[in-house]
């Protein structure tokens, strides 16, 4: 007998030996590859001997790929999300009938083999030298499962799936060596159960279980006898045995499994053919996957979570591992949707706007003190067909939302006032606030050269009768943009931009704010939740904290659940108490401005401020409760559409106003979501009003709703007003500043609009 080489390895006759062996026993008879007996022999190249050795000794069970659910904050679903459709379950929970049924027609002699079947081989070997081709295989059920392996750890990407099922000898020989290796690990009943796992049955469904739902809508432990047997039959080609699709060929590949269970001695000839006579009795389930299925029209906030987790470094360094991570499911996401506040505010947007108005619009609600998103919905459904849209309009783009948020007009002036107060400025600071001015010029900026009004652009309230001196409270009520204008030349904007800084107030395109005097008037593009959560700060006493949608995550790993660490809020403080507590008192409609009538909640403590942009083009409300805080808009995507003489929510409107269709879905959304809970108060101070007759104008029955007009990149503005609990509307303005030509690039209701993504 040959020796073994000095270095211990094996002679090159032994090697020869060893490959020839592994040929034959490996199914050198492979399916696609017909290798004729005496042609074996010359397989046993140096080369191919080396690769079997060099193979690694162990082989890692991939991570099944597995369905991953969304909870809401109470455990409710929302939806499940999977790359593929499959759920692990143990071998007791799969029906008997479709043990057998798979191991009769996939590989008989399962449970008298080892990891190949040399019997099979030899037969197979035979069969196909006689007629010149391949008419059969050999591979095992272990075999089919290492193959599997492969395919599974390939994922999505076609190369490495092609390489995994490539038909060629190097990759048989070493499913072969891995095939060994499980036999010895695992033993035949945990093969079995990992094979029925994570076989694909078409239909998109993976693993048995899957399977079931899909075609008999029921679980895979009360299969019948020939459901099972239609199953089985189909994992040999899913799409040529497919019962949806070809019912006949179907039926035929069902009795043969059949038939073969009684030839087997799995069931009697009787049973088989009484089997064969029953129809197949499919039950079709559609797969339900993907947030487009998200309950109480969650599924913008179902996408948004899915965006957090792709995106967010806790999950994995890179993107690409992240997505590993989530392409292979089995994850259980607890969120912090609360779904009185999701149904609330669905609903309220149902009511107030129709799918199919020329507008539509879009709410968050917020959780001051803990920044968990309770609540996010938009009046355009998910999808893809007509007056449905796959932009989520409450977040910025980078998260699936608008190219730059939309303009918010008067709701910004309250940044402008905290920064103020932080800057020691009083609640009772007073400006000369005329009718119509200037830009100021210079106004400094943050370490650079100062603004300058080179092009003589102005700035007017909304009627002539709003002329100052005006307070801060005063000017807030009735939203005086020269007031607003003059505060920010006299604190400067590094103050302002320092106040979103904290805030967290970027623009949608995810930018900095522009140093510019015109970001008092809201011209800037901005998100509601962005809004929200700035919002909110002011009902957290000044503490702002950063918007989070994720509780927790556990993933199933084998028959473990593991935990996973999860984005946490990070909370710091934005302003003082005491600013926070005087915008709060600002906000609360101590004056009566008329416009946030609409808007106002009359069974708790509340505050809000409402927004119109240039030309009607947008109308927001921002408002909150100590306890929650919640951002509306209003608007086309495109930007094209001016609200004036337009119907919304089958409401006719001559005029759109930030307190006449965003206050009313505000106040109903908040009404619902806030059902039951605490009603705390605000910390209030007191603003003393100023002496009155000051020969300003007329001030009874304001409007509230004001405008700046300027030239160049201005922007467009403003109707403003405060949530109020009593008192009279007044006259309701029409705004006249203007915004340069291309400014506003947002996303589309269906249309084509200029700039616009859908």
Known sequence: MPKKRSGGGLSPFQQAAKFLGVSVLAGAVMAGIALPAAGALGLAAKGSVQSFDEIPDSLKSPQLSQRTTILDSEGGQIATVYSRDRTVVDLKDISPYMQKAIVAIEDSRFYEHGAIDLKGVLRALNQNAQSGGVSQGASTLTQQLVKNYFVEEAGDDPTKVAQATQQTLGRKIRELKYAIQLEEKLGKKKILENYLNITFFGEQAYGIEAAAQRYFSKPAKKLNLQQSALLAGIVQSPSRYDPVNDEAEATKRR?????????????????????????????????????????????????????????????????????????????????????????????????????????????????????????????????????????????????????????????????????????????????ASPYEMDYPSPVQRCGTDPYVNTQGDTVENEAESEVGPYQMKEAMAKSVNTYFVQMISDIGLCPVVNMTDKLHVTQGNGEKLPESPSIALGAVGLSPLTMATAYASFAARGMYCTPVAIESITQKVGDKQKSLEVPKSTCSRAMSEQTADTVNTLLSGVIDSGTGQAAGLTDRANAGKTGTTDSRKNAWFVGYTPNLAGAVWVGSATQKVEMENITIGGVWHDKVYGGQVPGPIWKDAMTGALDGKDSPSFNLINIPDPPKDKGKGNDDGDNGDDNGNGNGNNGGLIDGGLTTTGGTTGDTPTPTISLPEGFIQGQGDGGNGNGGRD
């Open 255 to 431: 009795n043969t499994v059949l038939q073969r269970m009684a030839e087997t001695n799995d069931i009697s000839q009787a049973e088989a053919n009484k089997a064969m006579k029953t129809p197949l009795g499919l039950k079709v389930s559609k797969p339900n996957n993907g947030c487009i299925t998200a309950v109480e029209g969650a599924a913008f906030f179902c996408k948004y979570v899915e965006k957090v987790f792709l995106s967010d470094p806790v999950f994995g360094d890179t993107k690409e591992e992240r997505a590993k991570i989530w392409n292979q499911g089995g994850l259980t996401i607890r969120t912090t949707l609360d779904p009185q506040a999701q149904e609330s505010v669905q609903a309220s947007l149902k009511d107030h706007v129709n799918q199919t108005d020329k507008v539509t619009a879009a709410a968050t609600l917020v959780e001051p003190g803990t920044g968990k998103i309770v609540g996010m919905g938009q009046a355009t459904p998910y999808g893809y067909g007509k007056n449905e849209t796959e932009y989520n309009y409450s977040v910025n783009y980078a998260m699936g939302g608008s190219n730059f948020g939309f303009p918010t007009g008067s709701t910004f002036k309250p940044f402008v006032a905290a920064a103020a107060l932080e800057e020691g400025r009083p609640a009772t600071q007073e400006y």
